[in-house]
């Protein structure tokens, strides 16, 4: 049975400066996440309406409407799109405010890029549709962890169970760099005490099985680790 792959989460970024509406759409966008940014209010009730995004962030001092008045027309309008509030303001009555009017979560400025991507995966858990999780893809490799298959552009390849377990966890996290460390953790597991140079054994033997039915998948970054990416990623 075909795979069908999961459509990228669509991310809105509200904020009138645009050095940090700028960085918030680079980082989601490396995530995997597809993103639109605009920098005033009237333009983020627009863009909610066409870009139909599955969250936003959205910044609270906006040069219009401020971010709360847009969540709450939002909210009026019918439309439940998850809010996660940016802002330089902290105190406890300026979060009661934002989260009254529609929002799901509240992150403060100066803030922390990966906490950022972790509260707004952390919404879309909550909030998304949940998709199939016994079934991964990435480009034309496909891996059910079901029935314990795995096909690249249509052909099975057979994988012994320690093979298997880590082109998962590549495919988890595709287009992120994982170390040597989080992949024996994670496959291994942490008590592991044998050779860490296993890891770059188990990467070669998975290469020698999936490149000849296409362009590599698994890069090396050294000094890193590695990445599970299409060519043209």
């Known amino acids: 049975m075909p795979v069908t792959e999961t459509a990228p989460a669509r991310i809105l970024v509200v904020d009138d400066e645009e050095h940090i509406s700028d960085l918030i759409s680079t980082a989601l966008r490396y995530e995997g ?87 707004i995966r952390s919404v879309l858990r909550r909030t998304r549709p949940e998709r199939d999780q016994s079934r991964l893809q990435v480009g034309d490799l496909t891996l059910d962890q079901a029935t314990h298959e795995v096909r690249r552009a249509g052909t099975p390849i057979e994988l012994t169970a320690t093979e298997f377990r880590l082109l998962a966890y590549l495919m988890e996290n595709q287009r992120r760099v994982v170390s040597k460390t989080q992949i024996l953790d994670h496959v291994w597991g942490y008590d592991f005490a044998g050779d860490p140079n296993v890891v770059e054994t188990y990467i070669s033997y998975l290469r020698r099985k999936l490149d000849p039915l296409g362009a590599p998948l698994i890069h090396t970054v050294r000094g890193v680790g590695y990445m599970l990416r299409q060519a043209d990623a």
């Not at 870009?51 to 709450?72: A, C, K, N, W, Y």
């Open 33 to 119: 996440f597809e993103t639109q940014r605009c920098g005033s209010g009237r333009e983020a009730i627009k863009a909610a309406n066409s870009f139909q995004p599955d969250l936003i962030v959205l910044d609270i001092m906006l040069p219009d409407l401020d971010g709360v008045e847009v969540g709450r027309r939002l909210r009026q309008a019918g439309d439940w799109v998850p809010i996660i509030f940016l802002t330089a303001r902290d105190s406890t009555e300026d979060k009661i405010k934002g989260l009254s009017a529609g929002g799901d979560d509240y992150v403060t400025k100066p803030f922390s890029l990966e906490e950022l991507i972790l509260r």
